[in-house]
């Protein structure tokens, strides 16, 4: 397996000391160019045919990620905290680590080589500041982010929102992804990632998008509406679910009447149930089909969460 590491903290100390006009085309270019095929896959060029027309600079702003514009000296001490050499080897490690859990056991992963960036969060962003600073996005098998806004909390989480990451990686190699996809398929996905990353760090290191929710709070006023909107397909009706109406009012959807991150929440503890009901490693569940890991949990929906 070959893992590439951008090293980003390189290229925003670049775009610190370049002219603020500037900045946007080093973005493009020296950030992004490499996540190219992450980009096309969801429709976003990485430069617009029209000046100020919607690319990966409009579309990194909109997810979170702190604009190109912004990265001056006010910036620097961030920047240093992302510049340690210790920080990139760990992150390498975690991704070394999560791909040959599969190896070893045996699975043949599809994709060879992986990319990976850590990226600054914009703390104005609303997404950010829900999320506790930091978040990850790897879905497209063979690229990997995680964003932060820096600090001794922030950094201490990251290599585990990369396991998580990884865990989306390597589970989209091997369930294939379609418009279609429900809630149901998206709660195990987010479900079998955080069990994941938690197995390998620890359940006192898990994500806020679980750790928020107490459990009265999943039994009494989660599951029962997830139960009811668990077949709905497509981001507009899912959103909410998943992520709470907070977020989802913010992305222009209808709230169904759940708090942050309830869809994670809800799936970490659907899958957890999975687990410990079939035995199975979280390994060989990453790899199971939704369409099985759904007919063994029906008993879920009935009884109470611990």
């Known amino acids: 397996m070959n893992i590439t590491l951008i090293r980003s903290d390189d290229i925003y100390k670049k775009m610190m000391n370049s002219p603020k006009e500037k900045r946007d085309d080093i973005y493009r270019y020296e950030m992004m160019e490499p996540f190219k095929f992450k980009w096309e896959c969801i429709n976003v060029p990485i430069k617009a045919k029209q000046k100020g027309g919607y690319d990966v600079v409009m579309a990194s702003s909109m997810l979170g990620f702190l604009s190109p514009s912004e990265v001056d000296e006010t910036q620097k ?3 240093d905290l992302i510049s340690k050499d210790s920080l990139w080897k760990i992150c390498e490690k975690t991704i070394q680590n999560s791909l040959e859990l599969f190896t070893k056991a045996g699975y043949e992963l599809p994709v060879k080589d992986y990319m990976f960036s850590i990226l600054l969060g914009n703390p104005k962003s609303p997404y950010v500041s829900l999320n506790e600073g930091y978040c990850g996005d ?43 996809i429900t809630l149901a398929d998206m709660m195990i996905s987010e479900g079998l990632a955080e069990n994941f990353a938690t197995s390998m760090f620890g359940e006192d290191m898990i994500g806020p998008w679980v750790s928020k929710t107490d459990i009265e709070t999943l039994n009494n006023d989660i599951k029962p509406i ?16 998943l992520y709470g109406d907070e977020m989802a009012q913010l992305q222009g959807y209808f709230p169904v009447g759940l708090p942050y991150c309830a869809g994670y929440a809800c799936g970490y ?4 149930h999975y687990l410990k009901k079939t035995g199975k490693s979280i390994v060989e569940a990453t790899l199971t089909p939704s369409s099985e890991i759904i007919k063994e949990i029906e008993d879920f929906w009935d009884e109470e969460s611990a």
């Open 226 to 241: 997830i139960k009811k909107g668990l077949y709905s397909t497509g981001f507009e009706n899912i959103t909410a679910y």
């Open 269 to 272: 503890h659907m899958i957890k």
């Open 77 to 79: 001490e961030n920047i």
């Open 138 to 180: 790897g879905g497209i098998p063979g690229y990997m982010f995680v964003s932060l806004v820096p600090n001794e909390y922030t950094i201490s989480k990251l290599p585990v929102a990369l396991a998580h990451e990884c865990n989306h990686n390597i589970r989209w190699q091997f369930e294939k992804w379609n418009m279609n």
